[in-house]
């Protein structure tokens, strides 16, 4: 499934591609059809799902084709109602990204600063209002704001709304909205309260629910090879000299380090190439080109700049280092087992990453399996505490050290000098 498929207006589409989204996530494929025939929706999905697009796509869509018989005048017609001003902020951004090529226009208010700037941005005239639901009744009262004209009527994150005790605020949106709406129901979770709330909220919905992250992992064999630190690159090697693994991802937690590996790879003569924030677009869609043809064997990507990337049938995934946030490794395998395709995800842990796994192993709820017979076990202990502190600290040194240096050396000869070698 792609974008195209969608049916989305050309404006959209052209900002799709320039956020580098290639393929909808499941929310997306499914929801948006749907939306886009007018149809309400009860949607049980999270943050990390592509939940934001699901709705906010549809909707400039909408209003963007049919802007022409709103000429001249622009009347308030979405509202999407969020519990925080972070996520309140975040769809501002989803919706100027998604629609910066169209004419629509959107604005963020929240509560805790000076209304003066969100009742200038209301008074120019805004098509999508994105509000916390204190700010919002309250700008109501002052008769800043009016409900009367909206067509489409969004309550994202609708459980964490109720935990955070904004019932009473929600009916009272809801007593001004028109009846004659389309309604967009968003929640992580769907206890017995929060299918009430949305009973009176949505006429006839589509029901659609995507998996919570965690549960993908589990079509996807994964392997772990605890290892040290400074034997990864060998037992990368070691694997890659299995011919099978011929199109591999392999994820790395920073720049230097995709370089890094890619170097070493390129020595061994493996082909590899690095996509990521410090490529140009030019040079990370012609690495994943070049991946997908066979050119290139294995791609090494960042986290951010793997977002992007949708490989059909790509077998293999490779955790060069493990990532802290449990969440990310489950994101990383889901790169492989695509379309129904059986994954392989192989995981290089030093031991200050084996608390990491432990985190890992709980979110999946299982246990992954050990590779025990390679060349290059796990031989050193993770540092203590205390070993940890005075080896940041020792780090932490080195770096004043180094700074003190060139400090001195560009006041003697000049700015960016090496400290090493004192050449510019
Ligand atoms: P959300 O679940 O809406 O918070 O979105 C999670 C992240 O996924 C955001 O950073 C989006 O920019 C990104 N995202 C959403 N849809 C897609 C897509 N189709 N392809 C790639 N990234 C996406």
Known sequence: MTFEQLELITPIQKALKEENYTTPTPIQAQAIPHLLDGRDILASAQTGTGKTAAFAIPILQ???????????????????????????????????????????????????VNQQKQTEALGRGVDILVATPGRLLDLMDQGFIHLGNIE????????????????????????????????????????????DLSRKILSDPFKVSVNPVSSTAETIQQYLYQTNKSSKNELLLHILQDEDLDQVLLFSRTKHGADRIC???NKKRIRAAA???????????????????????????????????????????????IPNEPETYVHRIGRSGRA???????SLCEPEENSYIRS???????????????????????????????FDKEKAGRRQAYFDTRRQNSGRGGMGRN?????R
Request: without cysteine; proline residues 4%.
């Open 360 to 390: 890992i192993e709980t979110l999946i709820d299982q246990k992954i399996e050990r590779v025990a017979d390679h060349p290059y076990p796990q031989t050193e202990r993770p540092m203590t505490a205390e070993e940890k502190k005075e």
């Open 263 to 265: 170097r070493t790879l």
């Open 275 to 321: 996509i990521h924030g410090n490529k140009s677009q030019n040079q990370r869609q012609k690495a994943l080109q070049d991946f997908k043809e066979g050119n290139v064997r294995v791609l090494v990507a960042t986290d951010i700049a793997s977002r992007g990337i949708d490989i059909d049938q790509l077998r293999y995934v490779v955790n060069f280092d």
């Open 152 to 195: 489409y009527f969004v309550l994202d994150e609708a459980d964490r709304m109720l935990d955070m005790g904004f019932i009473h605020d929600i009916r009272k949106v809801l007593a001004k909205l028109p009846t004659n709406r389309q309604s967009l129901f968003f929640s992580a979770t769907l206890p017995d309260n929060i299918v």
């Open 340 to 346: 129904g395709e059986e994954g392989i995800s192989i």
């Open 419 to 423: 400290p090493r070698n004192g050449r």
């Open 62 to 112: 909408k209003i963007a084709q049919d802007r022409q018989q709103h000429r001249g005048k622009r009347p308030l017609r979405a509202l999407i109602l969020t519990p925080t001003r972070e996520l309140a902020l975040q769809i501002g951004e989803s919706l100027s990204a998604y629609g910066r090529f169209t004419q629509v226009r959107n604005t963020v208010i929240f509560g805790g």
